[in-house]
């Protein structure tokens, strides 16, 4: 297995205005696991989601779509409670607000033995996040077992603090970001998004400080239209330009395709700073769609991108 990303794939109901003012919505599947798995699964890399769903028809389409998008899902099962779900309300600017229909859902009722049932040790690379820690007690004890079984088998994790405010409190997940540093391959905290809520810091030099200390073996902190400053790994702290989007539609799932893209090419045998280079495209192409997974970038529009960036190192 090159990728393994555990978490909650979600109905989508997407909107190009405020929720305050929409009327209609588009149907979708998305999710920080399931966008980030098809980002990863897109480069080519054999990409599994590790979840439960809803014995429900929105469990049963989301399997679907996440096996035409190239995602293993023996590991999708069907499990008590409801399919999850949420409305986004888009703006081009760049303001989002999400209202989530997910309490008691089957995704949030993941445990440690649902995750250790997926072959762990033959991971080269799992994906976590901070909202699936948010889901429930059980949830964060899972991804607490999935990271620490990979990291003693050798593979590498990478997780994405993704800090939601209306999933959980700022301690709660700055404890969750502190139990899970140590086994930690790569960190990738937005500043100020993360970092602010999470480590009460807005610099993002502080920010990759911050994660080391904690145990982070290399830390990613993403800034957007500023690019990442890479961090750890051995080199010396690096920034590495964004990618002009061509064109900016919605932001839900930028920050996932950065990550899912990353923990695939590190599989696929890239250095970091390759990976995060390639990242950094992926969620520019991300950008131009509408919702989590309406626009996935391919490995020929990654390499496209990059080709026209300077490939140089920056100083931080």
């Known amino acids: 297995m090159d990728v393994m990303v555990v978490g909650e794939p979600l109905a989508e109901f997407s909107a190009p205005a405020p929720l305050t003012e929409a009327d209609a919505f588009r149907l979708s599947f998305s999710g920080d696991a399931l966008n980030a798995a098809v980002a990863a699964a897109a480069t080519g890399a054999h990409v ?8 429900d028809e929105f469990g049963e389409r989301l399997i ?27 703006d081009p600017s760049g303001e989002r607000a999400f209202a989530y229909m997910r309490s008691g859902s089957a995704a949030s009722r993941m445990g440690p033995a649902d995750v250790a049932r997926a072959p762990l040790a033959e991971t080269a690379v799992l994906l976590v996040s901070g909202i699936t820690a948010a ?28 800090y939601r405010a209306r999933l959980t409190g700022a301690e709660e997940a700055a404890a969750a970001l502190e139990a899970i540093a140590p086994a930690t391959a790569l960190m990738t905290p937005s500043c100020p998004g993360d970092s602010l809520p999470l480590l009460g810091t807005g610099d993002p030099a502080e920010t990759a400080r911050a994660c080391l200390e904690r145990g982070a ?3 990613a902190v993403t ?19 964004a990618v002009p989007p061509a064109a900016i539609v919605d932001q839900t799932g930028a920050g996932d395709a950065f990550a899912g893209t990353v923990a695939a090419r590190l599989a696929l045998g890239d250095p970091l700073r390759d990976a995060v280079r390639a990242g950094t495209a992926a969620a520019a192409v991300n950008l131009e769609g509408q919702g989590g997974t309406g626009r996935v970038a391919t490995p020929r529009e990654i390499e496209r991108l990059l080709d026209a960036r300077t490939p140089g190192p920056v100083a931080p």
Do not use: Q
């Open 48 to 55: 599994a989601l590790v979840t439960l769903v809803g014995n």
């Open 217 to 219: 073996r290399a830390v």
């Open 223 to 241: 800034r957007g239209a500023h690019g990442v400053l890479l961090a750890g790994g051995g080199a010396a702290p690096e920034r590495i330009p």
């Open 135 to 162: 889901l429930s007690e059980s949830c964060a004890a899972a991804v607490l077992h999935a990271a620490r079984a990979v990291d003693a088998a050798g593979g590498r994790v990478v997780y994405d603090p993704n």
């Open 64 to 90: 679907a779509f996440a096996a035409a998008r190239g995602v293993d899902t023996r590991w999708m099962l069907k499990g008590d409670g409801s399919t999850g779900a949420y409305a986004v309300g888009a």
